[in-house]
């Protein structure tokens, strides 16, 4: 029996560990898609307790709580205090078994803490007041958390109406770790409401200098938004798209459109879906145009809880696993831009396992031999960033692409203790790696191919793909 999240944790094989110990731990972290609030990086921000930077805004854990009849005041209360919350998340621990919440919190535990203890109600106290011990010393600052990771480069997610004040301060403070903007213009295209798409419209107008009273102003502020971005050193785009948009359409139909949504009237469904898909052309133009990566996170039921939206908003972990018939739309859209030659790198993420070789398959139509790997199936997202999702994205990829040229895991965390996310995504690949050397289904003489293939899928894939 071996002891639980000891050095060869998820490492069943001799090789396996050798791959792990030797090469994938060694490597840097790049973390080219995350939601960390680049103020705090600027600021070097100091953390009041283990419940703040723990359970501040992570619906994943207040998933697990509500599941386990923990009132919602001990989740997102305001009323409660960090140590009540904390023993809910503690007495919430022992009940997480086989889900990775329990790995990830003790995996965290020992990475950013150096305690080996096992979270449960008896053990909350003593390690409560432990992590708070520590965070009150210099050494666990917002920055130092990431220099403790071996953290390289994060990409944030941004509107186009963010000024970027936060990375450029970072930038100017002299801080090692770059801190990139990503752009992410998914209000410029969500024309559901028309009150709200105004309302941001108007944010944009101001935030580019361009007054916007037609659909031509607001693609010309936009624009410049984009090259601002740019400057920045911005190298991503993102799009959290519910399912790809390829509807037919005519720019005078698209222009018809926006005056109609601006001037305060509600779309007709085939309307949305014709904005979504002029919108999601301009921007792809322009991400190719400036050389960017493009990503698109597409599959998620949003807010499925009303009640519970109307009280605390998006993001608090009342969204879902989306069922699409996607495959033709996707095909279609990538089709138009390779036809007119503006493709550029794309990474997909699916949220429904269903869709692994769906995806796996579709990003082999559209490789050129410009590059290595242009269009990459992304790693397991959201509800499939967990062991069993990583290996069948893993899996899809080995037999249908190159899983050579991938680009490796990012967190898609708000958390600076979610770093660890990128060791058990390593100790997996090595581990499935290590197995198929010892099975004999890899041959022991191309250990050194295997090395460098989790060296490259740790790191050096995604610093070589995203430039950086």
Not at 22 to 29: F, N, V
Not at 49 to 65: F, Q, V
Not at 191 to 215: C, Q
């Amino acid at each position: 029996m071996k002891n639980f999240m000891d050095e060869n944790f998820l490492l069943q094989t001799k090789t396996a560990q050798g791959l792990f110990h030797e090469h994938a731990a060694k490597m840097p972290i790049i973390d080219y898609h995350c939601h960390l609030d680049p103020k705090m990086v600027a600021d070097d921000y100091k953390f009041k307790s283990i419940t703040e930077i723990w359970l501040g805004g992570d619906h994943y854990k207040w998933r697990a709580m509500r599941s386990n009849g923990i009132p919602e005041r001990y989740c997102t209360g305001k009323d409660t205090s960090d140590w009540e919350k904390f023993e809910k998340w503690a007495e919430t621990v022992p009940y997480t078994l086989r889900n990775p919440l329990y790995h990830w919190t003790h995996l965290e535990l020992k990475t950013a803490f150096g305690i080996d203890k096992v979270l449960n109600p008896k053990t909350a106290h003593e390690i409560y007041d432990e992590c708070n011990e520590k965070l009150a010393k210099p050494e666990y600052t917002a920055r130092n958390l990431m220099r403790r990771y071996h953290v390289e480069t994060v990409c944030t997610t941004d509107d186009p109406i963010d000024s970027l004040e936060y990375h450029i301060k970072t930038r100017q403070s002299g801080f090692e770790i770059k801190m990139l903007p990503a752009w992410r213009p998914d209000k410029a295209m969500a024309v559901e409401v028309p009150a709200n798409f105004r309302n941001y419209i108007e944010k944009l107008s101001k935030a580019s200098g361009v007054n916007i009273s037609r659909f031509d102003d607001l693609i010309a502020a936009l624009q410049k938004r984009h090259d601002f971005f740019n400057e920045q050193g911005c190298k991503l785009a993102d799009h959290g798209i519910e399912e790809f948009y390829a509807e037919d359409y005519t720019e005078a139909e698209i222009k018809a459109i926006f005056n109609k949504v601006y001037g305060g009237k509600e779309l007709t469904h085939e309307e949305v879906l014709k904005f979504k898909s002029a919108m999601l052309i301009v921007f792809a133009e322009m991400d190719h145009a400036s050389g960017w990566a493009q990503q698109y996170h597409y599959g998620a039921i949003r807010d499925n809880n009303t009640k519970m939206f109307k009280q605390l908003g998006p993001d608090t972990g009342f969204d879902s696993i989306g069922e699409f018939s996607t495959a033709k739309a996707m095909s279609k859209f990538f089709n138009h831009l390779n036809s007119e030659d503006k493709l550029t790198k794309t990474i997909i993420y699916n949220l429904n396992p269903a869709a692994n070789e769906v995806i796996a398959t579709m990003i082999g139509n559209f490789q050129d031999g410009s590059m290595p790997g242009k269009i990459q199936f992304g790693s397991g997202w959201w509800f499939l960033d967990q062991q069993n999702g990583m290996k069948e994205q893993l899996n899809a990829l080995s037999l249908l692409g190159l899983l050579s040229r991938f680009v490796g895991m990012l967190t898609d965390s708000r958390s600076f203790l979610s770093y660890p996310r990128h060791e058990y995504f390593r100790r997996t690949l090595c581990n499935l790696l290590g197995n198929d050397v010892e099975n004999g289904e890899i041959p022991i003489s191309e250990i050194d191919r295997v090395n460098q293939m989790v060296e490259d899928i740790s790191y050096n894939n995604a610093k070589k793909f995203f430039n950086f």
